[in-house]
């Protein structure tokens, strides 16, 4: 097998990760075959030299909530000013329209414009299926790109008829959901160090599945050793319809269905307590906190600081970018950060700390810890930012790039192979993915 090593020369700055605000000068960085290797000042060239003279050096940013598929209905009329149910309302009528190529090139438009931003690791949870949608056709989309990916296998099973929100098109019955659930986790999770993909379980929501189904997903996601995730206390709909339903806070209804413990992240979690979120830090259940879609939707202010003082995992998330419409992580850490000031002072979350929580947060979050942090044995995931443009101008920091930028970034590394040059991805001939796109969006507005 041959051997492929880069080398990462003369990092004029390196946030390593490696605790909060660690940061090193001058460093190279040496990949083989996908992996940090050494670590040093004057290593000897070898392989594909990047010159990284005035670019600063992070891990690669992670997203631990998506809807990739919504990447084709961005600023819907009828859903830009609703809050979440009468948005969903809106959309699951076009969604019920989409097919495996919307799914698909919905993926890669969606994939792109997160490693633009930084991110070389994603979840998604795709929860609708409709004529002849599969996973499948969003881990084909992933693998040309080059992305690591966690896709989920989501799912709707209570239809309008029964009292649930989506329209009946769109949900499932119980059995062919877990089959299905079974067929994509058999042929496509990958549990060793490293892996490229790994497929989670992810009931969609409360209000559109049954307490059976949430029950048999968690065990069926323990009987095959992969994570569980789901949506739960995203705004104040959410929190009466728990208690009008199910008698309970959202928070109550996980614990009783074993919904909590490492091996489970809910997103959103914007209306936790106080009790609820000690119980996410005493079961070290995580978080996806998605501040973009919570200020698009009204949904509130999560308690983040709260979350993280308590010891609550926590990772960002984009949401769908029907919700947010936008897939950029860098721009949801600097959200993040303002919200937490905004809400509970200048003082209330840093820099060095929202960075944090954007790559080696969400790498725990998701169960990996071979990603995240700049260290010897990590997986090459790393992103290269180039300080000297017009966003940096005047910064004497070039680590405080939450403040001041860029918001893109110059090279991206993914398994040691470069997604990302020169601002461009190299994996797939984008104009072609956008052109295509664009033909299926004017055939969804028909």
């Known amino acids: 097998m041959t051997r492929v090593e880069h080398l990462i020369k003369g990092a004029s700055l390196v946030l390593t990760m490696e605790q ?10 040496r990949i083989v075959d996908g992996v940090i290797t050494e670590i040093g000042q004057d290593l000897t060239a070898s392989g594909t030299v990047h010159n990284a003279a005035g670019l600063l050096v992070t891990p690669g940013l992670v997203n631990t909530h998506h809807h990739l598929y919504q990447t084709l209905t961005r600023a819907v009329p009828g859903g830009q000013d609703a809050l979440l149910f009468g948005w969903l309302k809106t959309l699951y009528p076009i969604w019920a329209r989409f097919g495996p190529e919307e799914m698909f090139f919905a993926t890669q438009i969606g994939l792109a414009e997160l490693a633009i931003s930084g991110c070389t690791l994603t979840s998604d949870h795709l929860y609708l299926f409709p004529n002849g949608a599969r996973l499948d056709d969003t881990i084909a989309a992933a693998r040309e790109v080059g992305m690591r990916f966690h896709p989920t296998r989501g799912s709707m099973s209570i239809g309008e008829s029964a009292g649930g929100l989506p329209p009946d098109s769109l949900v499932e019955e119980e059995r062919a959901i877990l ?32 307490r059976g189904l949430m029950q048999d997903a968690a065990r069926l996601a323990r009987d095959k050793g992969v994570m569980l995730h789901t949506h739960l206390a995203e705004n104040d709909e959410d929190i009466a319809y728990s208690e009008a ?6 928070g109550q209804y996980a614990e009783d269905l074993g919904w909590v413990g490492d091996d489970v992240w809910h997103a959103h979690c914007v209306k936790l307590d106080g009790q609820e979120i000690d119980l996410f830090a005493r079961t070290r259940t995580g978080v996806s906190h998605c501040p973009c879609s919570n200020c698009r939707l009204g949904s509130g202010i999560a308690p983040m600081r709260q979350m993280r003082d308590a010891g609550v995992p926590v990772g960002l998330g984009v949401d769908g970018s ?40 969400g790498a725990q979050v998701l169960g990996r810890d071979d990603v995240g942090q ?39 590394f993914v398994e ?22 664009q033909v299926l969006v004017d055939r969804l507005m028909e």
């Open 322 to 361: 029907a919700s947010n419409d936008a897939a950029s992580l860098i721009d949801e850490a600097r959200q993040m950060m303002l919200l937490q000031r905004v809400s509970q002072g200048a003082d209330a979350m840093g820099v060095d700390e929202a960075l944090w929580i954007a790559t080696r947060g």
């Open 374 to 412: 700049i260290a010897i044995g990590q997986r090459a995931d790393i992103a290269l930012w180039d300080m000297h443009g017009l966003q940096s101008a005047g910064s004497w920091d070039p680590a405080a790039i939450l403040l001041t930028g860029p918001r893109q970034v110059k090279h991206l």
């Open 179 to 210: 089959d299905d659930t079974i067929r994509v986790i058999d042929a496509f999770h990958d549990p060793r160090p490293g892996a490229m993909v790994r497929v989670g379980v992810a009931p969609c929501s409360p209000f559109s599945v049954s």
């Open 245 to 250: 339903n199910f008698g309970c806070r959202p």
């Open 416 to 437: 040691g192979r470069q997604v990302v040059r020169d601002g461009h991805v190299t994996t797939i001939d984008l104009p072609r993915v956008l052109e295509r796109a």
């Open 20 to 29: 909060i605000g660690a940061r090193r000068h001058g460093l190279d960085i």
